[in-house]
């Protein structure tokens, strides 16, 4: 593997989360045989091990990753779980596609409560989600997401002028469309915590990039001082995962980047965000910035999109970042101007040109996926659960849906690839303006 993880920056999520330097499993050394081997314990991969487990309790299932659970992309969102379809054409894909994957995305969002109340997983808030817009040239935007929930019969509400500043706290926004079933989490307080429904018959493996890999049956995989041997190897590593030599263009990843305050005190809140609760808003604008108040009174910025071929970030890239985030917080919440950022970071998620995602079985006991499309907590959960669920042979109407909704169409290789992402990049940044 040329191109292995790294920690882009301080994770703000991880940092304050409980238990944030505990780890979670061993490194991986020695020869070891499992019947599946998991790589990548994000949202995906978990998911795929806890469901394999249910179906096959004597299974013996390995879960390994090149970080620390928390430290890859999972840990590093705006932990935001949507319900409602995010990229929503009906031009191209009618209403009934939108409804079944709001039934997917909603079966993600209570397995994920389940858990959460099962095993006390802190921060979870049923917040609801914000769509907002600043600028007027990008009201349209807003209209049409509106227009589209209401022909596909999703219940949602326009809040403008001074009851939307009285909700948020800021004056910024012109209007915004706010639906009731988004979630609201710290991502790496969310991933750890999934970490404890892993039953005996799970070994997580962290901190164990996988070097290389021999195709079989059964596959080798490598790691530095070990192998695992396994007859079947589910690849859930996000934009990683043309590493792995089974997955080509198909994929693109992009990365962004994040930052966090420290909690706000007594008397900001008392100031400016008297009787507000928390929220997140994403922006009507695709370039635009994400927004969080959150659960322990911090604000969360999330801008900056760019293709890095090596998959990693330079301290200049974080720097430049940082400053994005800087121009975009003080540009709401001009009051809060002395407040410095506590954490700021960077990760990758992998969008798929038709924003269908990667499930595929390409050879005999291999199984990818990827392109998660910026909503993989949602997305990767009921991916690696019905991957689980293919393997083993259980069959679904939702698992049809996931096969017949899963093909996307080809990118071209760099540099073609690097050169149309940057172009596109650009070209959105500067259509967004004030609401990046
Ligand atoms: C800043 C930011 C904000 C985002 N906001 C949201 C949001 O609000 N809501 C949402 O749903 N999504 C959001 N996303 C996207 C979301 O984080 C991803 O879609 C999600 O993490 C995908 O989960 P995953 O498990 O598939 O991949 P990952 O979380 O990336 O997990 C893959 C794992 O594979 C491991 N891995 C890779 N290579 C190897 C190797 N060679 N050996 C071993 N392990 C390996 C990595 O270390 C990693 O932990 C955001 C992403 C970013 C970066």
Redesign the pocket.
Known sequence: ?E???QIDGDIGWLETSPDCAARLGPRLKGSHEFDYAV?????????VALRLAEIDPSARIAL????R?G????????????DLPHNMDFAKTGVEHARSLFRLNMFAIERLRAFKEQYAIPSWTDAGKYMAAHEESNLPGLNNFAGMLKQAGFEYETVSGPDLARRLGTNYYRSAVYTRGNVLVN?AAL?RGLIKALPPSVSLFEN????GIEYGPPHKLHFVGGTITARKVVQ??????E??GKLACRIVP?????SLTRPLNEEQLRRHFDGVRPW?V?SAHLAGT?VRFTHDNRIFI?NTYDYLPDLKSTGADLEAAWRSHRSSFEARFPFLKEMDFDYT??????ITKNHEPVFSNPDEGVYV??G?????????TY??YYMADHICGVESENLRFVLKSSHPTWIPPDPVRLVAARARIAWEAAHAKGDV
């Open positions: 593997m191109k292995l993880p790589i990548g314990a994000g949202f995906t991969g978990i998911s390994v990753d090149a970080l659970v430290e890859g992309a999972s840990g590093r969102n705006a932990g935001f779980l949507i991502p991933v164990s990039p996988v070097q859930a590593t996000n934009s990683y995962s590493q792995f992009i990365f962004t980047y994040a997140g994403t994400t999330r970071w960077g990760g990758l998620f992998a996926l990827s998660c499309n910026g909503v993989g907590v949602v997305k990767g991916l690696g």
